[in-house]
């Protein structure tokens, strides 16, 4: 159980264009989903949390206008990469807790982000 | 600040010894200590998980980890260690005070395992 899956697992796409990844919780509810990148050999920065129904929480630094976070039910969210530039190429991970109250994340296995 | 540091970037131990994967941590309030690991190519798995009771926390895989309130550490360990546990481990950490249940990462311990 509690199996967390994202779509794509690796994308190519040209500068200047956009991007949407899919988190999805394959077999629990999730009420809050998050949005990781990963950067070789570093640990991940938590780029927000999103709670179902909710506008996401951005961290300091995370451009809300460039990431779009939509949490539109309790087993999907997506992250939009809008305008994409070399500089966003990196790994996304997304991570989605049971329920509140619950603290154990489950990850998804990562999508690898490619900007040309 | 909260905060979480595992000291090592590299752990290398031989097949059929102990293991012991480092982390301390640094919170205001009652820590929630977990511990992941990300294997080559794959998403992060969780391993185990702290919130009260026994210090002494036993997960997947055959990891346990301990929890030592006076040292700030929730070191992991394993009695043998097998080539297949060489991945990347990360320890993480909540303040049990915190309503957004986001987790401070350390920056990961890489652990290689040679036969």
């Known amino acids: 159980g509690a199996v967390v899956s994202q779509h794509p697992s690796w994308v190519i796409c040209k500068s200047g264009t956009s991007v949407k990844i899919e988190c999805r919780s394959l077999d629990f509810q999730a009420t809050t989903m998050f949005w990781y990148r990963q950067f070789p050999k570093q640990s991940l920065m938590l780029m927000a949390t999103s709670n179902e129904g909710s506008k996401a929480t951005y961290e300091q630094g995370v451009e809300k206008d460039k990431f779009l976070i939509n949490h539109a039910s309790l087993t999907l969210s997506t992250l939009t990469v809008t305008s994409a530039h070399p500089e966003d190429s990196s790994f996304y991970i997304c991570?989605?807790?049971?329920?509140?109250?619950?603290?154990?994340?489950?990850f998804g296995p990562g999508t690898r982000l490619t900007v040309l | 600040a909260q905060s979480v540091a595992q000291p090592e970037d590299q752990v290398n131990v031989a097949e059929g010894n102990p293991l012991t994967v480092k982390c301390t941590y640094s919170v205001s309030g009652n820590p929630y200590l977990f511990w992941y690991v990300q294997y080559p190519n794959r998403g992060l798995q969780f391993l185990l998980k702290?919130?009260?009771?026994d210090n002494l926390v036993k997960g997947s895989y055959g990891f346990e980890a301990e929890f030592n309130k006076s040292q700030t550490s929730f070191h992991l360990k394993k009695p043998s260690a097998l080539v297949s546990d060489s991945a990347l481990y990360f320890c993480?950490?909540?303040?049990?005070?915190?309503?957004?249940?986001?987790?401070?990462w350390g920056a990961g311990t890489k652990l290689i395992i040679k036969p």
């Open positions: 993480a950490v909540r303040d049990g005070k915190d309503s957004n249940y986001q987790l401070i």
């Open positions: 702290y919130i009260t009771g």
């Open positions: 991570s989605a807790s049971l329920r509140q109250g619950t603290d154990t994340q489950y």
